[in-house]
């Protein structure tokens, strides 16, 4: 009778421990599943749309410099057509003189276009890149792009108007002017360039009896004038 008595304490003692074992592991579990999971799954969410934000706000790298189709050096028309290349669907910002003028969009070909309007005398003009996050790219180095709408003087020091040349020794003479620096200077067709301080010269031989002399200059920026001079000359 005395052991069936221990045996059974024992069999008691082993079933409350059973008892407390599963009741304990259905505490662990529900807490795990109303109070760990959910935190476990806020913080899992966080995590992953905080990622999305912080790629976005360290979008730090610039745009590709676009390239600026150089512009001609002078012209006398004040619309001047600018084109290049640069990264496709970024944005590229043209500067004058020093100021923001305007924003195009590069095309998907990556190329853009603008028409910028001039102003009397030297246009510097440079551009720059901006992507979607507004990062700016290096600007490009500036074009200067005179704009002369003023037809160029002409000045012939010799022969003067009306001359007249006597003797062989002196049927070639020697054209002497000034008008603006490096432009293009035409004596009855034959080409000459004036200098860096706009005077020109040119041999020229005369014919008997008189000679007109017709006088063409057109300047960097392709305004023209013209003049006409007769000299004579007899043997």
Same mark, same amino acid.
Request: charged share 25%; aromatic share 8%.
């Given at each position: 009778?005395?052991?069936?008595?221990?045996?059974?304490?024992?069999?008691?003692?082993?079933?409350?421990?059973?008892?407390?074992?599963?009741?304990?592991?259905?505490?662990?579990?529900?807490?795990?599943?109303?109070?760990?999971?959910?935190?476990?799954?806020?913080?899992?969410?966080?995590?992953?749309?905080?990622?999305?934000?912080?790629?976005?706000?360290?979008?730090?790298?610039?745009?590709?410099?676009?390239?600026?189709?150089?512009?001609?050096?002078?012209?006398?028309?004040?619309?001047?057509?600018?084109?290049?290349?640069?990264?496709?669907?970024?944005?590229?910002?043209?500067?004058?003189?020093?100021?923001?003028?305007?924003?195009?969009?590069?095309?998907?070909?990556?190329?853009?276009?603008?028409?910028?309007?001039?102003?009397?005398?030297?246009?510097? *003009?440079?551009?720059?890149?901006? !992507?979607?996050?507004?990062?700016? @790219?290096? +600007?490009?180095? &500036?074009?200067?792009?005179? =704009?002369?709408?003023?037809?160029?003087?002409?000045?012939?020091?010799?022969?003067?108007?009306?001359?007249?040349?006597?003797?062989?020794?002196?049927?070639?003479?020697?054209?002497?002017?000034?008008?603006?620096?490096?432009?293009?200077?035409?004596?009855?067709?034959? *080409?000459?360039?004036?200098?860096? !301080?706009?005077?020109?010269?040119? @041999?020229? +031989?005369?014919? &008997?009896?008189?000679?007109? =002399?017709?006088?063409?200059?057109?300047?960097?920026?392709?305004?023209?004038?013209?003049?006409?001079?007769?000299?004579?000359?007899?043997?």
């Amino acid at each position: 009778m005395a052991r069936s008595r221990i045996s059974r304490k024992k069999q008691q003692q082993m079933m409350r421990q059973t008892a407390l074992i599963v009741i304990a592991a259905i505490s662990l579990l529900a807490a795990f599943i109303f109070f760990i999971m959910p935190q476990f799954i806020r913080l899992a969410d966080s995590f992953f749309n905080g990622s999305d934000l912080i790629s976005e706000s360290q979008d730090q790298v610039p745009p590709q410099t676009p390239v600026l189709a150089a512009p001609v050096s002078a012209t006398n028309s004040a619309s001047l057509p600018i084109s290049g290349v640069g990264e496709a669907g970024t944005q590229v910002v043209l500067v004058v003189n020093g100021e923001r003028l305007e924003d195009v969009e590069i095309d998907d070909q990556g190329e853009f276009k603008f028409s910028v309007l001039l102003t009397e005398g030297e246009n510097a *003009l440079a551009v720059f890149g901006v !992507d979607e996050a507004g990062n700016e @790219s290096v +600007k490009t180095r &500036e074009y200067n792009v005179e =704009l002369d709408t003023l037809a160029p003087e002409i000045e012939i020091e010799s022969p003067e108007d009306g001359a007249e040349i006597d003797l062989r020794k002196n049927q070639i003479t020697t054209i002497k002017g000034m008008t603006e620096p490096k432009a293009k200077v035409f004596i009855n067709d034959r *080409l000459v360039y004036a200098r860096a !301080d706009g005077s020109f010269s040119m @041999s020229f +031989k005369l014919e &008997e009896g008189e000679n007109k =002399l017709r006088f063409r200059v057109e300047d960097r920026a392709n305004n023209v004038s013209e003049k006409e001079i007769t000299v004579k000359f007899r043997f």
